[in-house]
């Protein structure tokens, strides 16, 4: 009796051909480092019941009063809660105000001359209108409580993460800090956040290597001067330059003494676009960051290099701070977490304070993806497993997800 063979439809025969083809090519590839970084990462997923990203934020940050025409106002945050609460993503955020246990003054004189902090609390609660003089350290009688408010935000949003009650955090704060010098209030800011959350990081929650990255249009020169000896925590900058505060943002200024080599700023030219800060993040910043491998991450989340900023000259799209956030997150993974602890500095106009700060939530708050095998296979095929995926537009800048 002669028996028929199966037929097999042409399809399925080509389907199967190519997934046995898929599996034979990757088990005969080269085993990179790389690779296997990336084929270890998964999900990060926070407890079924608890939020991914936590925000921050208190009716108190709008009592510091700036004055009639100063571009930061107390209205930026109003316009950025009003849009976020009424955006779906708002459901999905854990809504919070500092945590009222926390004493900031401690943690503020750690990184702040004690002087400097007891002038500032007394020319505010004399009535003074400007911190040392300074046309652009404006002060109320409310500015020290504000600030040091502020500081409480920042060492909450740490403690947040640091304990697993979310993934990451964005505090939605005034006023900003990152030009703050350790005895001087200057550009907008008077005690520095993200330094001083960076100091709790390690002291409180016993981390040894912290890095900040600084996206604000300007160059955070006060960050830079507080670390710029300590190799313990990594300051990364992009910037336009040559803009404010001047020469602190050069490229030759990459640390001294032992902090030598924890310091990188990354100039920007006027009109760069999203180009420019996309690429800088997947080459310099990714290696950088590999290198100094940190255990917790705080950005300095300014808005001001949005294109319609009144101030900055960039001209960034709303879009492009998801995309660096995401880079971020995937750089965070192939350390084996996700602790990003974001504290809002600049962004004066109205799309860049709202829809930039929301897409960058949005990217904090989307779920971590598995790596694809087929993407790690076409990426080692092509040569381009060092990286993150690049595309021409701001349609397709965004890296793959990792």
């Known amino acids: 009796m002669k028996i028929a063979r199966p037929v097999i439809p042409l399809k399925m ?14 088990a005969l590839l080269p085993f990179t480092p790389v690779m296997v970084v990336r084929a270890e990462v998964t999900e990060t997923k926070p407890r079924a019941e608890a939020f991914r990203t936590a925000l921050i934020y208190d009716d108190v940050f709008l009592e510091h009063d700036t004055g009639p025409g100063f571009p930061e106002h107390a209205d930026r945050l109003r316009r950025l809660t ?9 459901t999905r ?19 702040h001359d004690p002087g400097y902090v007891a002038e500032l609390k007394r020319a505010c609660e004399a009535g003074e209108k400007q911190m040392h003089g300074n046309a652009d350290t404006p002060i109320s009688k409310r500015t020290y409580e504000v600030a040091a408010k502020a500081v409480a935000g920042s060492l909450t949003a740490v403690d947040l993460v640091m304990a697993g009650r979310v993934t990451n ?29 960076a100091r709790y990081a390690q002291k409180h929650h016993k981390l040894e290597r912290v890095m900040i990255v600084d996206w604000d249009v300007h160059h955070g020169d006060g960050t830079q001067a507080i670390f710029l000896e300590d190799p313990s925590v990594y300051f990364f900058s992009t910037h336009q330059y040559p803009f404010y505060p001047g020469p602190s943002g050069s490229p030759e200024i990459t640390g001294t003494g032992a902090g030598e080599g924890t310091n990188l700023n990354v100039p920007l030219a006027a009109g760069s676009g999203d180009e420019a800060v996309i690429k800088a993040y997947q080459t310099k910043l990714t290696a950088a960051f590999r290198k100094f491998k940190p255990q917790l991450l705080i950005i300095s989340a300014g808005f001001d290099a949005h294109e319609d900023d009144p101030l900055g000259a960039l001209g960034w799209s709303s879009d492009v701070y998801a995309g660096l956030t995401e880079i971020l997150r995937a750089l965070c993974r192939e350390q084996g977490h996700e602790r990003i602890v974001s504290l809002l500095e600049g962004g004066y106009s109205e799309r860049g304070i709202t829809e930039g700060v929301r897409r960058h939530i949005e990217a904090l708050e989307a779920p971590a993806k598995k790596p694809s095998v087929r993407r790690m296979l076409a990426r080692q095929i092509s040569g381009r497993d060092q990286g993150f995926g690049f595309g021409s537009s701001r349609s397709q800048i965004f890296p793959c997800n990792i």
């Open 169 to 197: 955090a964005f505090a939605a704060l005034r006023p900003p800090g990152h030009h703050a010098m350790p005895a001087k209030a200057k550009g907008f800011c008077f005690f520095a956040n993200a330094a001083i959350a």
């Open 13 to 26: 025969f080509r389907q199967h051909h190519t997934r046995a083809l898929l599996l034979f090519s990757v």
């Open 93 to 111: 955020l854990l809504w919070t105000a500092p945590d009222e246990k926390i004493d900031p003054v401690p943690w503020i004189k750690a990184i």
């Open 82 to 90: 009003k849009h976020l609460k009424e955006h779906p993503v708002s």
